[in-house]
């Protein structure tokens, strides 16, 4: 298993989600081959529940991590699980368009870009 999925799949058994038993897991590599993981957190307020991709990138950011390759992503769900739109717009802003890996525990995978899944992105250069 690559260093970079078995970090995923390791988070995932962390994350806590008491309400909706939907437990994600995703971990991102920087430039330098450093991995974050991180686990969606939830809170009785849905709102400020925090997904497992958000947690990972922050992560990496607290860290000093500033430039990413690659992020994967494990749930176990029939079909892939991308990321929510909060997380693609942060992935976004944080690192460009990087290569996000979609996992799923029957071992079904799939590789896309960023800009594949979030097209027309809003991002700073529409503040100048």
Same mark, same amino acid.
Request: hydrophobic residues 45%; contains cysteine; aromatic residues 8%.
């Given at each position: 298993? %690559? %260093?970079?999925?078995? @970090?995923?799949?390791? *988070? =995932?058994? =962390?994350?806590? @989600?008491?309400?909706?038993?939907?437990?994600?897991?995703?971990? $991102? /590599?920087?430039?330098?081959?450093? $991995? !974050?993981?991180?686990?969606?957190? /939830?809170?009785?307020?849905?709102?400020?529940?925090?997904?497992?991709?958000?947690?990972? $990138?922050?992560?990496?950011?607290?860290?000093?991590?500033?430039?990413?390759? =690659?992020? *994967?992503?494990? @749930?176990?769900?029939?079909?892939?699980? %991308? %990321?929510?739109?909060?997380?693609?717009?942060?992935?976004?802003?944080?690192?460009? #368009?990087?290569?996000? $890996?979609? !996992?799923?525990?029957?071992?079904?995978? *799939?590789?896309? =870009?960023?800009? #594949?899944?979030?097209?027309?992105?809003?991002?700073?250069?529409?503040?100048?």
């Amino acid at each position: 298993m %690559p %260093p970079l999925l078995q @970090a995923a799949l390791d *988070a =995932r058994l =962390r994350a806590h @989600a008491p309400f909706s038993h939907f437990l994600v897991g995703a971990a $991102i /590599e920087a430039e330098d081959g450093r $991995i !974050f993981a991180g686990c969606n957190v /939830e809170n009785s307020s849905y709102g400020l529940t925090i997904c497992a991709e958000r947690t990972a $990138i922050f992560r990496a950011v607290a860290e000093g991590a500033k430039r990413f390759t =690659r992020i *994967a992503v494990v @749930a176990d769900t029939p079909k892939l699980t %991308p %990321p929510c739109g909060a997380c693609r717009q942060v992935l976004w802003d944080l690192c460009g #368009d990087l290569e996000i $890996i979609l !996992f799923n525990l029957q071992g079904e995978s *799939a590789s896309f =870009r960023l800009k #594949d899944l979030l097209p027309h992105a809003f991002d700073a250069t529409f503040l100048n």
